[in-house]
């Protein structure tokens, strides 16, 4: 196991914004102790287990404490991280180990029946790599020792799955990929620890009976913020967080002064959605757009759709223009939601915080979430639209033309059904509406 002795402020500074340099340390702690624990059991059943942690920081007798058990402690070598990992998978089969298995301590969901998978793969291929969703990889495991796969390298980017697969081909190695992970590394990735809560309790606050956290997404929307969300502060039993995509305005000023909690994540609607709701501690959730406003008393309606068996519902779309076309829009928007549980992010989706746990969240998609999302909620239980229609504005569709907006709406929509990537038909959005322009 490779972990880092957890000093706050030393350990996983990416997660310190959203948690504070104390949380991002003790989500470490919990995290170092997991895996090991994860393994006493098989451990106890099979005596030629060893485990080892290879670790940065701190020193063997606090590491001892913090892990506990009897396991060797070995300092990580100071070089770069290809060279740490070859070092210590040489040391282990330099002792005569019949097979390795390296493992991080950034995924929360790994537990011994991985290891067990690893090692039955083992028997059919000579590298086995657990595929971490940011292009790295959660673990490797090896029946002898390769130095060739950790060497030339770009450690801590996006390419290390890569190139570590296209090493590992021109070496003619049989491999194995285990099933993807996602690391916490960065704050829309916190919502996994909502998922294993009983683990992380001394990491996030806990959760708050009949209060509702209002997330709302914003990148440089200084022009928007006050007015539109000046009802929501201070309002009793709601909480607003700001999921900001990098503003480069006075956004996130804004924010601070009308007394909103405020998270940064990468840009990118799912991504700053997941961010807002892993630090939401209500459990009522409602994901709201910048220059969409809530209808008076929209938490009363909102519990009656939840109460009455619902595990997510939106409001009705009003669009705050008067021209007939976009009473068209409204009344198409309105009959899609009802009929077939499909929703747009401006009317509102609010939700039981639990069915975002259990659905991992958004996914990481720039544009569009609110469809994907709304997707996998209906195979989850009861979508249902409340009576009260928000007010959205309308700069969208006046900016680029009622129609062309509707056009490439759709557009999208059907190509995401279509199986078209959502980047690529990102890229087709901003070149067809720049065009209209």
């Known amino acids: 196991m490779f972990a880092r002795f957890p000093e706050p402020g030393q350990v996983k500074t990416r997660p310190i914004p959203a948690l504070g340099p104390e949380s991002a340390a003790r989500r470490q702690t919990t995290l170092t102790r997991l895996i090991p624990d994860a393994?006493?059991?098989?451990?106890?059943?099979?005596?030629?287990?060893?485990?080892?942690?290879?670790?940065?920081?701190g020193d063997s007798v606090r590491m001892s404490e913090l892990v506990g058990g009897n396991y060797r402690h070995n300092r990580q070598h100071v070089a770069d991280l290809g060279e740490r990992l070859n070092h210590a998978v040489a040391a282990a089969f330099a002792e005569d180990a019949r097979c390795v298995l390296v493992i991080g301590t950034d995924y929360p969901i790994i537990d011994a029946r991985l290891s067990d998978k690893a090692l039955v793969a083992l028997d059919t291929a000579e590298v086995v790599l657990g595929p971490a969703l940011d292009g790295g990889y959660y673990l490797i495991a090896l029946r002898s020792a390769r130095p060739e796969l950790f060497q030339g390298i770009d450690w801590s980017t996006a390419k290390v799955l890569r190139q570590t697969l296209e090493i590992a081909r021109r070496a003619n190695l049989r491999i194995c990929q285990l099933p993807p992970l996602s690391d916490v590394d960065i704050a829309e990735d916190i919502l996994?620890?909502?998922?294993?809560?009983?683990?992380?309790?001394?990491?996030?606050?806990?959760?708050?009976?009949?209060?509702?956290?209002?997330?709302?997404?914003?990148?440089?929307?200084?022009?928007?913020l006050e007015q539109s969300l000046k009802p929501l502060a201070k309002l009793p039993g709601v909480e607003v967080i700001i999921a900001d995509g990098g503003s480069t305005d006075a956004t996130i000023d804004i924010a601070n002064r009308m007394g909103f909690r405020v998270v940064s994540a990468r840009s990118g609607c799912g991504r700053q959605l997941n961010a807002g709701a892993a630090l939401a501690s209500g459990e009522v959730l409602l994901f709201l757009h910048v220059d969409t406003q809530l209808p008076a008393e929209f938490q009363s309606h909102m519990g009656f759709v939840i109460n009455g068996g619902a595990m997510a519902g939106a409001f009705r779309l009003g669009i705050d223009a008067m021209r007939r076309g976009l009473r068209w829009i409204e009344w198409g928007a309105n009959l899609r939601s009802r009929f077939l549980q499909a929703l747009y992010g401006d009317q509102g989706l609010f939700l039981w915080a639990e069915a975002i746990q259990h659905l991992r969240g958004f996914l990481h998609w720039r544009f569009m979430e609110d469809c994907g999302f709304s997707r996998r909620l209906r195979r989850y239980g009861r979508i249902q639209l409340a009576q009260v229609a928000v007010s959205t504005s309308a700069r969208r569709w006046l900016k680029l033309g009622l129609w062309q907006t509707t056009l490439i709406n759709q557009t999208c929509r059907i190509g995401l059904r279509c199986g078209i990537a959502p980047e690529r038909l990102v890229r087709w959005y901003v070149r067809r509406a720049s065009r209209t322009l």
């Open 192 to 224: 996994i620890f909502r998922r294993v809560c009983e683990s992380f309790l001394d990491v996030l606050p806990e959760i708050q009976r009949g209060t509702v956290y209002v997330i709302v997404l914003t990148l440089n929307e200084a022009e928007w």
């Open 39 to 57: 393994c006493q059991e098989k451990i106890a059943a099979v005596q030629s287990v060893n485990v080892e942690i290879w670790f940065a920081g």
